[in-house]
């Protein structure tokens, strides 16, 4: 049987995940070692619902097997396990491992399902070793076939159940206390609603755009993205996220520094100074929180683009229309592969970065100092 390798993470390293980088701060690690040595790994958790012909919403409930080591018996979610490790993990990786474990607990394949939104993201205990839970709810067609594994679940008792049986389950049955909250507020919750997604598509007058990026440092894929956003927008909020961090391997230079990159990019370009604002956010490490925090930040706005799938579920959940993405040769231009080349004195980072930048970054010794954060933080 093949070992499962979960995606691991030092507990110091967890806050990271609240501000949606996973690949940089997980490490992979067989399954049977990281629950031995109490390891902390990411698993997922789905909650599965329909909507009838008759306009009824109907939730997916799975009723755990007589067998299992941990809560035999217990009505829970729908699906869920352990995140296995991938390079390059992200939100619509972690997506993908929830997808395949509804295919293998109750047989729905994906083209099955309609619609997968995040929904928050928990720090758990589960027998003293931390978990972090990744929560998603997915739609799916009324008429699918739910083929329950035997080994896993009660094959009976694991299926729809109308609001009415969800209700009573609750209240009457073994339910395990995570899943009991999720499916009341789920019974509450104007499904509909909840899986509508609002996008804004042609130009409206007086509309701001709202645009996050860390901009570590700042490449042509942002400038890509900043001046198609300018076609269909009066201005742009410019967020430059994770603002407190400088001077580390992944986020090398201070907010001054980079919002002088953006103002130099719009000078170059005679931008209109009147088109942009520029804010730094600041990480506060609370998913649950952090689209307050940025709205308490940026003030006004009409819509918010980004391409990472962490920020537009986030933004999403709380209402926020989202403009479509505008990604642009992702793997070339990303701040990660630019500082990367730097390391490794490939010339070719040149052609990533607006001249006006590269410039900044050589007046800033940022060629140096990328180098030395690499070498410190890779032999600490």
Same mark, same amino acid.
């Given at each position: 049987?093949?070992?499962?390798?979960?995606?691991?993470?030092?507990?110091?390293?967890?806050?990271?995940?609240?501000?949606?980088?996973?690949?940089?701060?997980? =490490?992979?690690?067989?399954?049977?070692?990281?629950? #031995?040595?109490?390891?902390?790994?990411?698993?997922?958790?789905? +909650?599965?619902?329909?909507?009838?012909?008759?306009?009824? %919403?109907?939730?997916?409930?799975?009723?755990?097997?007589?067998?299992?080591?941990?809560?035999?018996?217990?009505?829970?979610?729908?699906?869920?396990?352990?995140?296995?490790?991938?390079?390059?993990?992200?939100?619509?990786?972690?997506?993908?491992?929830?997808?395949?474990?509804?295919?293998?607990?109750?047989?729905?394949?994906?083209?099955? %399902? @309609?619609?997968?939104? +995040?929904?928050?993201?928990?720090?758990?205990?589960?027998?003293?070793?931390?978990?972090?839970?990744?929560?998603?709810?997915?739609?799916?067609? /009324?008429?699918?076939?739910?083929? /329950?594994?035997?080994?896993?679940?009660?094959?009976?008792?694991?299926?729809?159940?109308?609001?009415?049986?969800? #209700?009573?389950?609750?209240?009457?049955?073994?339910?395990?206390?995570?899943? @009991?909250?999720?499916?009341?507020?789920?019974?509450?919750?104007?499904?509909?609603?909840?899986?509508?997604?609002?996008?804004?598509?042609?130009?409206?007058?007086?509309?701001?755009?709202?645009?996050?990026?860390?901009?570590?440092? $700042?490449?042509?894929?942002? %400038?890509?993205?900043?001046?198609?956003?300018?076609?269909?927008?009066?201005?742009?909020?410019?967020?430059?996220?994770?603002?407190?961090?400088?001077?580390?391997?992944?986020? /090398?230079?201070?907010? @001054?520094?980079?919002?002088?990159?953006? #103002?130099?990019?719009?000078?170059?370009?005679?931008?209109?100074?009147?088109?942009?604002?520029?804010? #730094?956010?600041?990480?506060?490490?609370?998913?649950?929180?952090?689209?307050?925090?940025?709205?308490?930040?940026?003030?006004?706005?009409?819509?918010?683009?980004?391409?990472?799938?962490?920020?537009?579920?986030? =933004?999403?959940?709380?209402?926020?229309? $989202?403009?479509?993405?505008?990604?642009?040769?992702?793997?070339?231009?990303?701040?990660?592969?630019?500082?990367?080349?730097?390391?490794?004195?490939?010339?070719?980072?040149?052609? $990533?970065?607006?001249?006006?930048?590269?410039?900044?970054?050589?007046?800033?010794?940022?060629?140096?100092?990328?180098?030395?954060?690499?070498?410190?933080?890779?032999?600490?």
């Amino acid at each position: 049987m093949k070992k499962e390798i979960l995606a691991c993470i030092d507990d110091k390293n967890i806050k990271y995940l609240h501000t949606g980088q996973v690949s940089k701060y997980i =490490f992979p690690m067989e399954r049977q070692q990281a629950h #031995e040595k109490k390891i902390s790994h990411l698993i997922i958790r789905f +909650f599965i619902l329909t909507i009838n012909s008759d306009k009824e %919403v109907l939730y997916l409930v799975q009723k755990r097997g007589k067998n299992k080591k941990s809560y035999p018996g217990y009505f829970t979610d729908s699906a869920s396990g352990h995140v296995v490790f991938k390079k390059d993990l992200n939100l619509a990786g972690i997506k993908q491992n929830a997808l395949r474990e509804l295919e293998e607990e109750f047989g729905i394949t994906q083209t099955s %399902v @309609k619609n997968v939104i +995040f929904h928050e993201m928990n720090v758990e205990k589960d027998n003293q070793t931390t978990e972090i839970a990744y929560i998603f709810f997915g739609l799916v067609d /009324p008429d699918v076939k739910l083929i /329950p594994d035997p080994k896993e679940l009660d094959v009976k008792q694991s299926k729809f159940y109308k609001k009415a049986s969800l #209700e009573k389950i609750i209240s009457e049955s073994k339910t395990i206390d995570y899943s @009991k909250l999720i499916w009341s507020e789920l019974l509450t919750t104007d499904i509909v609603a909840l899986f509508k997604t609002k996008t804004i598509k042609s130009k409206q007058k007086n509309s701001i755009a709202l645009f996050i990026g860390r901009f570590q440092p $700042l490449h042509h894929g942002h %400038v890509h993205v900043i001046k198609t956003i300018l076609k269909t927008h009066d201005k742009i909020k410019i967020g430059i996220g994770s603002s407190q961090l400088s001077r580390t391997k992944n986020d /090398p230079f201070t907010s @001054k520094e980079r919002r002088q990159f953006i #103002e130099a990019m719009f000078k170059k370009r005679n931008i209109n100074p009147k088109k942009y604002e520029i804010v #730094e956010i600041p990480d506060i490490y609370d998913a649950k929180k952090w689209v307050e925090h940025v709205v308490s930040i940026v003030n006004k706005f009409n819509v918010i683009y980004s391409n990472s799938d962490w920020v537009r579920d986030l =933004f999403l959940k709380n209402g926020y229309s $989202l403009g479509r993405k505008l990604e642009i040769f992702k793997k070339k231009y990303n701040g990660t592969n630019v500082r990367k080349l730097i390391r490794k004195n490939d010339k070719n980072w040149t052609k $990533l970065v607006p001249k006006e930048v590269v410039n900044l970054i050589k007046d800033y010794k940022g060629i140096e100092r990328i180098k030395e954060l690499y070498n410190t933080e890779e032999n600490s």
